[in-house]
């Protein structure tokens, strides 16, 4: 039962502990046990990668830049996945070194990160949005 797993992993979170507050954020984006919650996944998301938490700071990132990707939070995502990055994350660097490039090449160009942006991100599903060939590495 979803709900009751969600209930044990939210009462280990409002303990501090923060492979919980991880969870607990990827349960709250994905909907799991209750409806989604995206103010509720990036606050348990923004404990849990101030405490160190690779995957947390990953999952930050990915929400940061699929939420609004506007050039504050595109600041927050690249600084979280360089250290997600700096903890060994692969991941996080590919992610990083995509962002770089695509970010540097289209600041005046919203559509066109956002293509990008839909390319590697993957949906709410795990499925990387198909956009066609219109992204940046394709111009």
């Not at 507050?21 to 799991?32: F, I, T």
């Not at 160190?52 to 990915?62: P, Q």
């Not at 830049?65 to 050039?71: R, T, V």
């Amino acid at each position: 039962d979803y709900r009751e797993a969600r209930f044990w992993i939210e009462k280990a979170a409002r303990q501090g502990l923060g492979d919980a507050e991880a969870r607990l954020g990827a349960l709250c984006r994905e909907g799991v046990g209750a409806a989604p919650d995206l103010m509720q996944a990036k606050a348990w998301l923004e404990k849990a990668a101030a405490k160190g938490h690779t995957e947390a700071r990953l999952a930050l990132a990915k929400l940061l830049l699929s939420d609004n990707p506007n050039a504050e939070n595109i600041e927050k995502a690249r600084q979280w996945l360089e250290q997600a990055s700096r903890q060994g994350s692969d991941e996080a660097a590919r992610l990083l070194s995509g962002l770089s490039g695509a970010a540097a090449g289209l600041k005046t160009d919203a559509a066109r990160l956002r293509v990008w942006l839909n390319e590697t991100l993957p949906d709410r599903t795990g499925q990387k949005t198909d956009t066609g060939n219109d992204s940046p590495s394709a111009r």
